[in-house]
């Protein structure tokens, strides 16, 4: 009975994770006990989004390129929080059949205590936070670059009339 709990897999470390790790898959290999398609799904926009950020930091916020790779870090912790959202609220007997499929659906390992609903509360909070942060981001640099596109179209047709 020992060996049974031990390959069990507990929600509310499935939750803590996915919220902590999960950006770039790491809870997957908990839960699957390998590194699939969905966990490359999680690391390859975290990776864009580190390279935008790498960018940023050695060319400036004025790349262009910076400020389009930049928010996918940002989506990729929120698809994350909303992964932590879905398997805490997710009740016993699901989350048991799904990832326990070899114990009772009554096991305790898919029941939620409170540091499982601090999880969910948490992921909520920092995921809202990221999204409308990487939203809010892009947002501003595409006005900034769309602003600056206007004073440069609006000033070259006078320069060019006073020059000819």
Do not use: C
Request: aromatic share 10%; net charge neutral; glycine share 8%.
């Amino acid at each position: 009975m020992l060996r049974h709990n031990q390959l069990m897999k507990n929600k509310t470390i499935a939750v803590w994770l996915t919220l902590l790790v999960g950006p770039i898959g790491l809870h997957r290999l908990y839960l699957h006990k390998h590194f699939d398609a969905i966990s490359w799904l999680h690391l390859l926009p975290t990776l864009v989004g580190a390279y935008g950020v790498l960018r940023a930091r050695e060319i400036g916020l004025d790349d262009h390129m910076s400020w389009l790779l930049i928010p996918w870090i940002g989506l990729s912790a929120a698809a994350s929080s909303l992964t932590a959202i879905v398997y805490g609220l997710m009740e016993a007997e699901k989350w048991n059949a799904r990832f326990n499929p070899e114990s009772p659906t009554d096991e305790a390992a898919g029941a939620s205590g409170w540091l499982t609903i601090a999880g969910v509360v948490t992921a909520l909070l920092m995921g809202a936070t990221v999204l409308l942060s990487s939203l809010a981001f892009s947002f501003q640099r595409y006005f900034e670059y769309q602003a600056e596109d206007a004073s440069v179209a609006v000033v070259a047709p006078d320069f060019r009339k006073s020059a000819g």
